[in-house]
């Protein structure tokens, strides 16, 4: 019962999460997470008394055409927070399907790595890659270091699920049953398959190096401390 204030402010927190606006469903997602931790208190403890009743959405801009790295950081992340990604290549989107806060958590934490692994890439092209090689061993290079960086971004969020699940007992089955309904609202999807790729072992490496620098929480909290990775 003396929790009971705290159980209703997440709620509501939760409730503001599923706002159109991005930036106040980002600060009101962050707060409940962080709500969550100081309280010790468990989603299964929320849900216990707000039993979701459907599946939301979330749109963020990607290119028509993803790049293999893309489509797995999308799959790593939406599998993280058990969510669903959809690409759409008419139009350069991808849609996040979740339940509550999830989307909102996976969809910005996405936007986030996309950018972070970016910069980085982009880094380690200028101060290690020869500007004179030829185009083709540079995009093998660059593709290489973003397959390595996001093999150990995705590894890491797995990791991070196992310990600190982001939905516990009944109510696994309960979300699932509303993202394939909400999936099948959008019409037929089309799986996309991956093709074996060539890849530069020290780019790869170097990737998967930084890939284990970056702090998986940034895109949610704000908070930059090292120790944040992986809590």
């Known amino acids: 019962m003396e929790q009971q204030p705290i159980i209703e402010k997440i709620k509501k927190l939760l409730a503001l999460a599923n706002s159109s606006n991005e930036h106040e469903a980002a600060l009101a997602a962050s707060h409940a997470q962080r709500l969550l931790s100081e309280h010790n208190l468990a989603m299964a403890d929320i849900e ?3 039993k979701p009743d459907k599946a939301d959405k979330v749109e963020t801009s990607v290119s028509k055409t993803l790049p293999k790295w893309i489509r797995h950081l999308s799959c790593g ?5 058990d969510c669903q990604a959809i690409h759409h290549p008419a139009t350069g989107k991808m849609t996040f399907i979740g339940v509550g806060a999830d989307v909102q958590i996976a969809a910005y934490t996405f936007t986030y790595l ?3 692994v970016r910069k980085l890439c982009s880094t380690y092209m ?5 500007p004179t090689i030829a185009n083709r061993h540079r995009e093998l290079m660059r593709h290489s270091y973003y397959l390595g960086a996001v ?13 600190t699940p982001v939905t516990t007992g009944a109510l696994v089955l309960v979300k699932e049953g509303l993202i394939r309904q909400a999936m099948s609202e959008i019409g037929k999807l089309r799986t996309m398959r991956s093709r074996r790729s060539y890849i530069s072992s020290d780019a790869y490496a170097k990737g998967q190096s930084d890939g284990g620098q970056v702090g998986i929480h940034l895109g949610i909290t704000g908070v930059s401390s090292q120790k944040n990775i992986g809590s």
């Open 48 to 50: 216990a008394t707000h």
């Open 77 to 81: 992340v939406s599998t993280a927070f």
């Open 114 to 116: 996309d950018l972070t």
């Open 126 to 130: 200028k101060q290690h890659v020869d």
């Open 151 to 163: 093999t150990t971004i995705t590894g890491r969020l797995r990791e991070q699920k196992i310990v």
